[in-house]
């Protein structure tokens, strides 16, 4: 097994394009083309989650944290971020981080804290913008399917949680080829009538060169009739945390020792804002800036970490925050990245870390 198509179905689950702009996801030491010996799955990549992977004889290393944020100058080992990077190189370990683009899809690290809350039905709690587009591509009509295929194949027609979406209007395209053109159908200088398709696809803004790439390879004619469009539809898929409604409500004292027990933790929290508590906002890591987003969504509740003191004040009794603290908020996320490469690599070896890498203690 290549190292290169374990990355593939991760990106498949989690594209790197939908990574915040201050990010560095995506193979950060390593090779695509090297084999894997097996997967070491952790929050953090450091020194002593590298040490790990040696000793196990893995040489894949795929964290939710990229350890390098931004440039590099200097590999004299001075910083704890230099020497992982160089005890990797050293040791022909790769480092694969998979971040924000996990936290940005449905199903990536919030979808794991609702289903250890017993949320089954949850949402997007701030859907990304800008992220859909249209295709409209003009098609003779025995050319429809292949077309249709090739489009859904590169991520084209995927609306929420169907694929292969699509709307066909049938009519009449014409064209005269001049000069120099050499046209599929018909002939040069005399005008053409062709029974075509009109086929429409959602497409996620992210994908969209595939798209193009892929349809002008299954298309028929020398120059392909298409337009893109841009639609205001939000991403109901792609976006930062989740919310949903918990089964049965709970008092707010029930609530809180339920999501203490879950993440095993110290919560900081501020006054409930309901007796009951029933819909539930979370957002793994640093979420304060999704405040506005869990209180509009109606949430009783928001579930996140990294709160400063007058941050705090911001639920202004509308909400009741709760901080689990980053790393607790995160800590399923291990089980979610070695579960999805399990169930894809079924008789591939996946290791979950055995070094907390969790910085903060409690006293
Ligand atoms: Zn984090």
């Given at each position: 097994m290549r190292i290169g198509q374990i990355i593939e179905a991760l990106e498949q689950w989690a594209p790197p394009a939908l990574q915040e702009s201050y990010d560095n996801s995506g193979?950060?030491?390593?090779?695509?083309?090297w084999e894997s010996t097996g997967v070491l799955v952790a929050l953090d990549c450091l020194e002593s989650v590298v040490d790990e992977a040696i000793a196990k004889n893995i040489n894949l290393i795929v964290a939710h944290h990229p350890i390098v944020f931004s440039g590099l100058k200097r590999f004299n080992g001075r910083s704890y971020i230099e020497r992982v990077v160089m005890k990797a190189i050293k040791h022909d370990v790769a480092i694969y981080a998979i971040h924000t683009n996990l936290d940005n899809v449905l199903w990536g690290v919030n979808a794991k804290v609702m289903e250890v809350l017993g949320i089954n039905n949850h949402a997007i709690l701030s859907p990304l913008k800008d992220a859909l587009k249209k295709f409209e591509v003009y098609v003779p009509k025995e050319h429809v399917e292949a077309l249709e295929q090739a489009i859904f194949e590169a991520g084209g027609g995927k609306v929420s949680a169907y694929e292969e979406c699509s709307f066909r209007t049938d009519g009449t395209g014409s064209f005269k080829g001049t000069d120099g053109t050499q046209p599929v159908i018909g002939e040069v200088g005399k005008r053409e009538f062709v029974e075509e398709a009109k086929l429409e696809f959602i497409v996620p803004s992210y994908a969209a060169s595939a798209v193009e790439r892929a349809a002008r390879a299954a298309h028929p004619y020398e120059e392909m009739a298409y337009h893109w469009l841009a639609v205001g539809?939000?991403?109901?898929?792609?976006?930062?945390g989740a919310v949903g409604d918990l089964p049965q409500e709970l008092s707010f004292e029930d609530f809180l020792k339920k999501v203490k027990s879950a993440f095993d933790t110290t919560i900081r929290y501020t006054a409930p804002a309901v007796d009951m508590v029933k819909k539930v906002a979370v957002c793994g890591?640093?979420?304060?800036?999704l405040l506005g987003a869990a209180m509009a969504s109606g949430a009783d509740v928001f579930i996140t970490a990294d709160y400063k003191y007058h941050q705090f004040l911001d639920a202004d009794g509308k909400i009741s925050i709760l901080d689990v603290g980053h790393f607790e908020s995160e800590q399923f996320t291990i089980d979610l990245i070695a579960d999805f490469i399990e169930k894809n690599f079924p008789k591939f070896a996946v290791l979950k870390t055995e070094?907390?890498?969790?910085?903060i203690q409690y006293y």
């Open positions: 193979l950060i030491v390593g090779n695509t083309n539809n939000a991403a109901t898929h792609f976006g930062a890591g640093s979420g304060s800036f070094v907390n890498t969790n910085p």
